[in-house]
Every structure is written in structure tokens, then in C-alpha cells.
């Protein structure tokens, strides 16, 4: 069982910046990805960004890309979501995931989930 426990949200203006962090615990594999989903009011829920277990690959989804910078310390078993010139249109509540592969982040879904932290950006 792994266990992740997100922190960091809350809120903020429009053009603001928050910073999200997840720490996982429990039988975790030796290298796994970890990732955000956000859903936000009313709507489905949606993939924003994923990491691999070494940090050395992002991807971020395009409403988010050059605002959003993910980070990972491995020896912490944490991961950091920076999120800066935030938009009304980020308000959701973010989950903290894991995947064996970031490419598993592709079918939309995650192994694992924390309970999700609320970010909600005033106009």
C-alpha cells in the first residue's frame, strides 16, 4: 500500500503563485513516475503534469506548460508542483499520483492517489 499525502494548497490571486508537494510513503516501488490530476468544479477530471523517478523528464499538459515546473526529491520520496501567473481557470482540486512509467500517465489514470489538495485563484 502507498500512501501519498499532498500539502501546499489554498488561496491565491489571479497572477499568483503556489507551490503544491506530495510525499509518498509506504511499499513503494524502487523507481516509479509521479504525477498531478486537477478537477475542478462541475468538471471532469484531467491530467496536468508528470515526472519520471529520476526527475530528468517532465511533461506538462498545454494549459499549463511554461507556468506549471515540476521537481522531485528522491531521497524524500517528494515531489514539488510550482505554479506561477495562476489563472481563475486553475482552480480545481489537485491529486497526487503515482505510475510504474510516466508514459502510463497516457491512459489518463494513475495506481495510486492522495487525497487531493484544494487551490482556488481569485479574479
Known amino acids: 500500500q502507498v500512501q501519498l499525502v499532498e500539502s501546499g494548497g489554498g488561496l491565491v490571486q489571479t497572477g499568483g503563485s503556489l507551490i503544491l508537494g506530495c510525499t509518498a510513503s509506504?511499499?513503494?516501488?524502487?523507481?516509479?513516475?509521479m504525477g498531478w490530476f486537477r478537477q475542478a468544479p462541475g468538471k471532469e477530471r484531467e491530467f496536468v503534469a508528470t515526472?519520471?523517478?529520476?526527475?530528468?523528464?517532465?511533461y506538462y499538459i498545454d494549459a499549463v506548460k511554461g507556468r506549471f515546473t515540476l521537481s522531485r526529491d528522491g531521497a524524500k520520496n517528494t515531489m514539488y508542483l510550482q505554479m506561477n501567473n495562476l489563472k481563475p481557470e486553475d482552480t480545481a482540486i489537485y491529486y497526487c499520483?503515482?505510475?510504474?512509467?510516466?508514459?502510463?500517465?497516457?491512459?489518463?489514470?494513475?495506481?495510486?492517489w492522495g487525497n487531493g489538495t484544494l487551490v482556488t485563484v481569485s479574479s
Open positions: 499520483t503515482t505510475n510504474p512509467e510516466t508514459r502510463d500517465y497516457a491512459l489518463g489514470t494513475a495506481d495510486n
Open positions: 509506504g511499499r513503494t516501488r524502487s523507481s516509479y513516475a
Open positions: 515526472i519520471s523517478w529520476d526527475g530528468d523528464f517532465t
